[in-house]
């Protein structure tokens, strides 16, 4: 019996030095920006380096279809609640398996934000927000030309200038007291953020 238990000791102990300790929390990259802004380019660029990409609207696309054609316009927040939802859910399991998280999503508002970024530090999570500042002429650039793939790709959502327009009235950018980084077109920038705060 003192043998068992023993055996049972050194099982576990061989078990735990299998497991390294996780030298750092995970992060939790949450992107804040309108459509055309980036966050999916961006948020790519964390996946090559090991984050998981969580992405809504693709998981809209996957459930629903073709915004504006295989459901209303009207129906996207509807819709959107369920799929926000358990994006929430999967978020949370990824981060505190210690996963590294991007979340590709506009959050708009600062509650919105708040909300999302109390989820992760709950997690066990470092978080940050990255701001993409986008002009409007650059948008309307952008997205004028992703239009005409919007029957396939789900993150080329089709949007008129007037819908972009009116989304502006509509978001609220991170202000000083709301920590974020600013993200000024280059990567590294965001890179280096993570790894001081890693």
């Known amino acids: 019996m003192a043998d068992g238990i023993r055996g049972s000791r050194v099982s576990g102990a061989d078990q735990v030095q299998k497991t390294p300790a996780p030298s750092r929390r995970p992060f939790c ?8 802004s980036g966050k999916t ?10 984050f998981v990409r969580l992405c809504p609207d ?20 509807t819709l959107e609640r369920p799929v926000l939802e358990d994006t929430a859910v999967e978020l949370r399991a990824h981060l505190k398996a ?5 979340v ?55 949007f008129s ?15 000083a007291e709301e920590s974020h980084v600013l993200y000024d077109g280059n990567p590294a920038t965001v890179l280096g953020t993570l790894e001081g705060l890693g």
């Not at 961006?42 to 996946?47: G, Q």
């Open 29 to 36: 990259v949450f992107m804040v920006g309108l459509p055309g």
């Open 41 to 50: 380019t961006l948020s790519r660029v964390l996946t090559d380096r090991g």
């Open 58 to 77: 693709e998981e809209m696309f996957r459930r629903h279809g073709v915004y504006g054609v295989d459901f209303p316009r009207g129906l996207f927040p």
């Open 98 to 102: 210690g996963h590294d998280v991007v």
């Open 104 to 158: 590709d999503h506009g959050f708009w508002t600062p509650e919105d934000r708040a909300k999302w970024r109390s989820l992760a530090i709950e997690a066990g999570a470092t978080s940050l927000l990255v701001y993409l500042a986008v002009s409007h002429d650059e948008l309307w650039e952008r997205v004028s030309k992703r239009n005409e793939f919007h029957a396939n790709d789900p993150n080329a959502i089709y």
């Open 161 to 175: 200038e007037s819908d972009l327009q009116r989304y502006r009235t509509r978001f609220f950018p991170p202000e």
